[in-house]
């Protein structure tokens, strides 16, 4: 857990707020900072954070304390806001989540196998065979039509939005994820996910049938680290 990776998170699920507690929780919210809480002396947020997996991230970086938060203003990126210009809100994407694999929900999606998180070494990724980043590979359906135009392959794996990999083996590497880590919807379609900060949401690349439609079932809350829930006092 580092302060980027927990502000992109957050991002991705319209927050304005990321908070780091003890050094690898991370909550969201929206609450405006100046009315609700309570600023402290700084050097109460002496947990160093648990990991450092961002690229601009350093060991020196702290992720708040034992009982005091380290705030973060969330900068969502236009292409994330929820409009009337096909995207979804966040009732909507949690839902998506939530169903990709309940096959009595018309959220399923048949395709997806797991979310797994994948190595920030380029030659170590899980999905090694080939690669193509911010392409216009950015939904399954053309990530997985890339695989199989490059050969043939068993998976079709998408992380942060736009980014497709193609393999043939990840069971025996893979280290699962719970699904709402697998947060970032696809940069061509928004009802679809596409894996999240170095996480893989994996699709069987031979399987061509698609799922998708709207649910009422609706979930609300969101995992990472070891917290469920929203930032509090």
Known sequence: MDPIMCTIHCGDFFF???ALKKGNECYCGNDTIESSYNQIN???????CSGCLSYNCTTDDKCGGETVYTVYDVK???????SNGGNVNILEKLDIISNLKNSSNPRYEPRFLNCI???SICYKRILNSTEVYETGVDTIDKCITYCNSKGIFKYAGLQAGSQCFCGNDFTSKEINLSLERCSTSCVGNRSQICGGFFA???YNASNTKSGGGLSKT??????????VGVIKQ
Do not use: R
Not at 42 to 48: A, I, V
Not at 218 to 227: A, C, F, L, N, P
């Open 200 to 202: 893989l949401s994996v």
């Open 16 to 18: 304005k707020y990321a």
């Open 117 to 119: 998180k994948d190595s």
């Open 76 to 82: 969502i990126e236009d292409s994330k806001v929820p």
């Open 42 to 48: 700084d050097t109460l947020c002496n947990k160093t």
């Open 218 to 227: 609706k979930i609300i809350g969101i995992t990472i680290g070891s917290v």
